[in-house]
């Protein structure tokens, strides 16, 4: 990515409002409890023609004893390190605290361009108090007084961003980038997953359920061809969400599927398929994604040579006429069969895209409907003429015949197992349609 820009500064003080406020989007959790943001956060954003990505990013605390606060310091320092510029964002309400002097610090041997951002100067009496934080000395620029709320102050302060990047940047350079999504309930390893594909700590993990609030994305590449992926929030049943953030990560988490092209399932091997799994399938099916299930922790289950075949077998049970879902076993602890779950998600990908020329499509499927014709209806014989391919975004197939509201579903669901039979479409749904004729 070129023209990066990173927000960081103490908890608190407005950061997700600003990252917001410069993607022109609600992408980030806005909560008024600190510590909401805990990994990095990326997002696109442009000012006077030139393009730019925004990292947002946890509150930096030195001397706590909180769980997370470690990992979200290792979080910020990799932010800053990537950023060409560095927004330090304070507090004009709360004024200059020791938490915005320990982190200045920290900022001090950077040679990047940074400008100390003093957010929630909503009125002129905040706006000269703002200068106070001249005294942080981190900072060749003056002061910005803001109010990333409403917005005001920032065009100023971008005018002066955007001077430091070389080129005009790129518009969205995730855009035609094939899009996997990791989701499932909370703790069976979504963000443990992300790491050890990535070899690096992207997504902070925990042994406590929840530690993943955003959908973090991250870039990866394999086999030449890079993909999006994009770790998620644990969902749990609607009656068990009674925090206002889990409500909110929820949220983003089924918006992120609706944004996908694949969605991996990610299932505990010592709980096994359960309901809240397959709602989670059943809406990446309605959505039209492409879908596959990962078993996770299969180095806790007790086994012999039939264990994963009973396992497998009771799952294709329960998905019932989804049997076109793929399974793999997997356990991330010990990087067992992660990399295969990967080019499993790659190849659904490449069946969801897949495009079956007329002819082809023709010669195989006319050959099955005359083997095994549409039952006649009240006396009256249906005949399928040919059938084509649409150009959607997912397999869709439109067969013309003279009668096709006398087709009953039983059949469209024989003309489904023969298309998937003769053509590689696992982990995809397909559509059928009729036309006349």
Same mark, same amino acid.
């Given at each position: 990515?070129?023209?990066?820009?990173?927000?960081?500064?103490?908890?608190?003080?407005?950061?997700?409002?600003?990252?917001?406020?410069?993607?022109?989007?609600?992408?980030?959790?806005?909560?008024?409890?600190?510590?909401?943001?805990?990994?990095?956060?990326?997002?696109?954003?442009?000012?006077?023609?030139?393009?730019?990505?925004?990292?947002?990013?946890?509150?930096?605390?030195?001397?706590?004893?909180?769980? $997370?606060?470690?990992?979200?310091?290792?979080?910020?320092?990799?932010?800053?390190?990537?950023?060409?510029?560095?927004?330090?964002?304070?507090?004009?309400?709360?004024?200059?605290?020791?938490?915005?002097?320990?982190?200045?610090?920290?900022?001090?041997?950077?040679?990047?361009?940074?400008?100390?951002?003093?957010?929630?100067?909503?009125?002129?009496?905040?706006?000269?108090?703002?200068?106070?934080? $001249?005294?942080?000395?981190?900072?060749?620029?003056?002061?910005?007084?803001?109010?990333?709320?409403?917005?005001?102050?920032?065009?100023?302060?971008?005018?002066?961003?955007?001077?430091?990047?070389?080129?005009?940047?790129?518009?969205? %350079?995730?855009?035609?980038?094939?899009?996997?999504?990791?989701?499932?309930?909370?703790?069976?390893?979504?963000?443990?997953?992300?790491?050890?594909?990535?070899?690096?700590?992207?997504?902070?993990?925990?042994?406590?359920?929840?530690?993943? /609030?955003?959908?973090?994305?991250?870039?990866?590449?394999?086999?030449?061809?890079?993909?999006?992926?994009?770790?998620?929030?644990?969902?749990?049943?609607?009656?068990?969400?009674?925090?206002?953030?889990?409500?909110?990560?929820?949220?983003?988490?089924?918006?992120?599927?609706?944004?996908?092209?694949?969605?991996?399932?990610?299932?505990?091997?010592? /709980?096994?398929?359960?309901?809240?799994?397959?709602?989670?399938?059943?809406?990446?099916?309605?959505?039209?994604?492409?879908?596959?299930?990962?078993?996770?922790?299969?180095?806790?289950?007790?086994?012999?040579?039939?264990?994963?075949?009973?396992?497998?077998?009771?799952?294709?049970?329960?998905?019932?006429?989804?049997?076109?879902?793929?399974?793999?076993?997997?356990?991330?602890?010990?990087?067992?069969?992660?990399?295969?779950?990967?080019?499993?998600?790659?190849?659904? $990908?490449?069946?969801?895209?897949?495009?079956? %020329?007329?002819?082809?499509?023709?010669?195989?499927?006319?050959?099955?409907?005359?083997?095994?014709? %549409? %039952?006649?209806?009240?006396?009256?014989?249906?005949?399928?003429?040919?059938?084509?391919?649409?150009?959607?975004?997912?397999?869709?197939?439109?067969?013309?015949?003279?009668?096709?509201? $006398?087709?009953?579903?039983?059949?469209?669901?024989?003309?489904?197992?023969?298309? /998937?039979?003769?053509?590689?479409?696992?982990?995809?749904?397909?559509?059928?349609?009729?036309?006349?004729?």
């Amino acid at each position: 990515m070129a023209n990066i820009v990173a927000i960081v500064g103490r908890p608190n003080v407005g950061k997700s409002t600003l990252f917001n406020r410069l993607v022109e989007e609600r992408k980030a959790i806005e909560d008024n409890m600190s510590g909401v943001t805990r990994d990095r956060h990326y997002g696109h954003a442009q000012w006077t023609g030139k393009f730019f990505s925004v990292i947002d990013t946890g509150g930096y605390v030195t001397g706590s004893e909180d769980m $997370y606060e470690a990992e979200i310091r290792k979080q910020v320092k990799l932010a800053i390190e990537e950023s060409d510029v560095i927004l330090f964002v304070v507090d004009c309400h709360t004024g200059l605290t020791d938490l915005d002097s320990e982190f200045a610090k920290e900022l001090r041997g950077s040679k990047k361009p940074i400008y100390v951002v003093a957010n929630k100067a909503d009125n002129q009496e905040k706006s000269f108090a703002a200068h106070e934080f $001249y005294a942080l000395g981190v900072s060749d620029f003056e002061v910005y007084p803001i109010a990333s709320a409403s917005g005001s102050g920032t065009g100023e302060l971008l005018d002066q961003v955007i001077t430091h990047f070389e080129d005009e940047g790129v518009e969205d %350079p995730d855009a035609d980038t094939p899009k996997i999504s990791i989701l499932g309930r909370p703790n069976v390893g979504k963000s443990s997953f992300l790491n050890a594909l990535l070899g690096k700590d992207r997504s902070i993990v925990t042994d406590e359920a929840g530690t993943t /609030r955003d959908s973090i994305h991250t870039r990866y590449q394999l086999f030449g061809q890079d993909f999006i992926i994009t770790d998620t929030a644990g969902i749990r049943k609607k009656s068990k969400v009674t925090d206002d953030v889990e409500f909110y990560s929820v949220m983003r988490s089924l918006r992120t599927l609706e944004e996908s092209d694949v969605i991996i399932i990610i299932v505990d091997a010592t /709980r096994g398929l359960e309901s809240q799994d397959m709602s989670l399938i059943s809406l990446a099916i309605k959505n039209n994604k492409g879908v596959m299930i990962m078993v996770n922790k299969w180095d806790l289950i007790e086994k012999d040579h039939k264990t994963m075949n009973k396992i497998k077998d009771d799952m294709l049970e329960k998905l019932g006429e989804n049997k076109w879902i793929p399974i793999i076993f997997t356990s991330v602890l010990e990087k067992q069969r992660i990399f295969q779950a990967i080019e499993l998600a790659v190849k659904v $990908y490449e069946n969801k895209t897949r495009r079956i %020329p007329t002819s082809k499509l023709n010669d195989v499927m006319l050959a099955e409907i005359e083997r095994y014709p %549409p %039952p006649a209806w009240k006396g009256k014989y249906i005949k399928i003429k040919y059938s084509t391919q649409l150009p959607t975004k997912n397999p869709v197939f439109a067969f013309f015949c003279n009668l096709p509201q $006398y087709i009953k579903s039983p059949y469209t669901r024989y003309l489904e197992n023969r298309l /998937r039979e003769n053509f590689d479409f696992e982990g995809v749904p397909v559509k059928i349609i009729y036309k006349n004729k």
